[in-house]
């Protein structure tokens, strides 16, 4: 049985719509797995969306969507880009697309979550356990905040909220913890006696010198009150697991832990040899954290934890729409070829290090590399094969009564250095990509090409038709040229799966390259009176200053369509807000108007002000919403009328009821105070629809 080889990418957030970040990573993992597949190993390939949380609640709500939905717009338009780009499972790439709402994945979610609580810290505790969360707390977001979201003014002991500006309360719930602070021995042993365990060696020094700093125990539940919108916690329906627990569970209960229905893939196969590939954004919670979770219940730890590094701009400066430096995927998707595209990233980051890309850097280098490069190498030995020996590929061989000949035309006669050459590059190439060093990978292959370009120069193929004398060294010169495409396109599959089946076939060879390990390629396997195949192109010139300023005007397009979609009041959250009084859209989106139809309203004893009312919004009970309105209004008259209703505040009690939600008042004066008169509709408005 073929040994297995797992590997994932990060499961994106389905908060915002995907990026160049998430096509890297996936590009990566999608060109090990190749490479490995190539090597005869049973392959694993999952990515997926991160779909739980308060980021995806919100984000939700901010988009007028509710949460389901807005997961399923966000995984649909990451499976969009991945096929786009050959990434998914019809090309050859991802097995599963995970999405964290799966029923399964709640299944196995749980499992592991019960069999953390039922097994004991490598210091004999109990791993989970409940206390109590402390946060800060913003009432009108209803949401505890992290600290990039407050800030604290000059002279304020408490922070205040970013959006609000506003003082937060400080808050505690009841939550379960995980006993990390009970795991510092142990990740510090593994971490530094696995070898490879976390890769590159930097990261994995920094990590161990976060563990060394000391480890806090870690809130692993949320009240589902506060966050509805995730895994409930087997046993107490009341919380929801915390989003990184369920998050970074998906990569084994994709593969069939804890859950029937995924069982056929084979946790106890693929979780023997697994790479998690991830941003060094999220290091910690691959290594720390996860491993933790893992070893809590009795699970191997992965292989590798391996941190690439982050996309910048050519400036070096982090890529945002505020800045305007977004390379965007759809732009490279229209204006490049794909494997072009694959090529570059792979070759320009340097793995685990941060890396700079602008569209100018790509045209430069696909111009280069794979024009000039690769593709030219390709075109002149086709086209020569087809001028000279009638599409046919000649013999290798030189007798030797003709090495003199070859040696005029600068020949090396019996060829043994350029075959040592490329076997060398091939083993460099393979010790490269196990390795995860794709750039300088890659770099080995270039100089090979570079030496064949050199070896067609010196010997002038043009020249050495004329003579009959040369006639071996000519086909020499293409059988050599010939074969080391052949190597080069099984080599480059995992890179470029297109230019590589096409150059394979032009060669006039019918097999599957992506199932050719190039350790088994052996020079001079290439059957003389092959016959090449049709002759196409694989890589055209880039027009730069044409594709440059085609990207520009679709830039500037696209920022006027932006700019006419922006709302009258400016964004709060892109400058700061000079004119106090005006708030987003976006801040107004996050308050749900509805409207409701009232069903029940009535005085409730001993209150002068309040009334009860039961409003009908649509959803399957009416609401219970208290109103201070007793003073102004008869109760009876008020029953039947169609009333506009805040669906999303956080309820609260009032004389020991509970009100989910407030209705929505004009404020008159008549002298004596404020009058209120409740706002309503002339036309008939269905009841639930949203007002915005
Ligand atoms: O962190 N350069 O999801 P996410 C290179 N849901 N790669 C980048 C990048 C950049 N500029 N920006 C993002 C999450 N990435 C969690 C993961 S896993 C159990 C949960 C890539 O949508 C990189 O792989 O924020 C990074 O780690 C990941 O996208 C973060 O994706």
């Known amino acids: 049985m073929s040994q297995t080889f797992y590997i994932t990418t990060p499961i994106y957030y389905a908060n915002s719509l995907p990026h160049l970040g998430h096509l ?72 599963v697309f995970m999405r964290t709402t799966a029923p399964f994945h709640y299944e196995g979610s749980q499992h592991i979550w019960r069999e953390i609580a039922k097994g004991k810290t490598p210091k004999g505790n109990d791993p989970i356990y409940k206390g109590f969360y402390e946060g800060w707390f913003c009432a009108p977001c209803a949401e505890y905040k992290s600290e990039d979201e407050y800030f604290t003014p000059d002279g304020s002991e408490v922070p205040f909220c970013l959006i609000h500006e506003r003082p937060l309360d400080k808050v505690s719930e009841e939550s379960y913890f995980f006993r990390l602070s009970d795991f510092n021995e142990f990740l510090i042993d593994k971490i530094e006696n696995t070898p490879g365990l976390v890769r590159p060696e930097a990261r994995k020094n920094e990590v161990l010198s976060f563990v060394r700093r000391g ?52 946790f106890e196969k693929y979780w023997k040899n697994v790479v998690h590939l991830v941003g060094k954004d999220i290091l910690r919670f691959h290594t720390v ?44 998707h229209e204006h490049f070829q794909v494997d072009a595209v694959r090529y570059f990233v792979l070759r320009e980051m340097v793995f685990g290090q941060d890396g700079r890309f602008g569209y100018e850097n790509l045209i430069e280098r696909a111009n280069a590399d794979l024009a000039s490069g690769l593709g030219n190498l390709a075109s002149r030995t086709f086209s020569m094969l087809t001028k000279y020996r009638e599409g046919k590929v000649p013999a290798g061989k030189i007798a030797e009564e003709n090495y003199i000949h070859a040696r005029r035309a600068g020949l090396d006669p019996d060829g043994q250095e350029l075959v040592s050459v490329v076997t060398h590059a091939r083993d460099q190439f393979c010790r490269r990509f196990d390795n995860f060093e794709f750039s300088q990978g890659l770099e080995a292959l270039w100089a090979v090409i570079a030496r064949v370009d050199k070896m067609i120069s010196d010997a002038k193929p043009w020249e050495l038709i004329k003579d009959e004398r040369q006639s071996e060294t000519l086909n020499a010169v293409l059988y050599r040229a010939t074969e080391t495409l052949r190597w080069l396109a099984v080599m480059l599959y995992p890179v470029m799966p297109d230019a590589s089946k096409s150059i394979y076939s032009q060669i006039g060879l019918d097999g599957d390259v992506s199932r050719l390990d190039p350790a088994d390629l052996r020079w001079s396997e290439l059957a003389a009176e092959t016959a090449i195949g049709e002759t196409v192109g694989v890589f055209p010139r880039i027009d730069r200053s044409k594709v440059m300023s085609e990207i520009q005007q679709e830039t500037e397009k696209r920022q006027e369509v932006t700019e006419e979609q ?92 509970e009100s989910q939600g407030m209705i929505c008042a004009a404020s008159l004066e008549d002298g004596s105070g404020p009058i209120p008169a409740i706002a309503t509709f002339v036309e008939d408005v269905e009841i639930g629809a949203r007002l915005k």
Do not use: C
């Not at 219940?297 to 391996?306: E, K, Q, R």
């Open 215 to 266: 480890l806090q125990d870690l809130s692993i539940s949320r009240l589902k009150s506060s966050v509805s919108w995730g895994v409930p916690v087997p046993g107490d329906e009341e919380h929801v697991m915390y989003v990184w627990l369920d998050a970074l569970t998906n990569y084994i209960t994709a593969i069939g832990y804890g859950n029937e229905e995924r069982a056929s893939i084979g």
């Open 566 to 657: 922006k709302p009258l009041v400016p964004d709060a959250s892109a400058a700061p807000n000079e004119e106090e009084n005006f708030i987003s859209i976006d801040d107004f989106l996050k308050v749900e108007l509805r409207v409701g139809e009232i069903k029940v309203a009535e005085r409730i004893p001993n209150a002068d002000k309040l009334l009860r009312f039961e409003i009908d919004l649509g959803e399957e009970k009416p609401r219970q919403i208290l109103a201070g309105l007793a003073e102004y209004y008869e109760p009876e008259k008020l029953i039947g009328r169609k009333v506009v209703v805040v669906a999303n505040l956080k309820p609260r009690k009032m004389r020991g009821l």
């Open 24 to 95: 890297y990573t996936t590009i990566v993992a999608d060109a090990m797995r190749r490479y490995k597949r190539q090597r005869g190993f049973d392959t694993y390939f999952l990515t997926g969306t991160d779909e739980h949380g308060i980021n995806i609640q919100r984000a939700a709500e901010k988009a007028g969507r509710t949460p389901k939905e807005q997961t399923d717009y966000i995984s649909g338009e990451l499976k969009r880009m991945f096929r786009d780009f050959g990434l998914d499972t019809e090309h050859g790439g991802y097995d």
């Open 289 to 332: 954290y996860w491993m933790s979770f893992l070893h809590a219940a009795g699970l191997p730890l992965p292989s590798t934890v391996y941190a690439h590094g982050m996309w910048l701009d050519v400036d070096g400066r982090k890529m945002g729409k505020t800045i305007g430096n977004v390379i965007e995927v759809d732009v490279l």
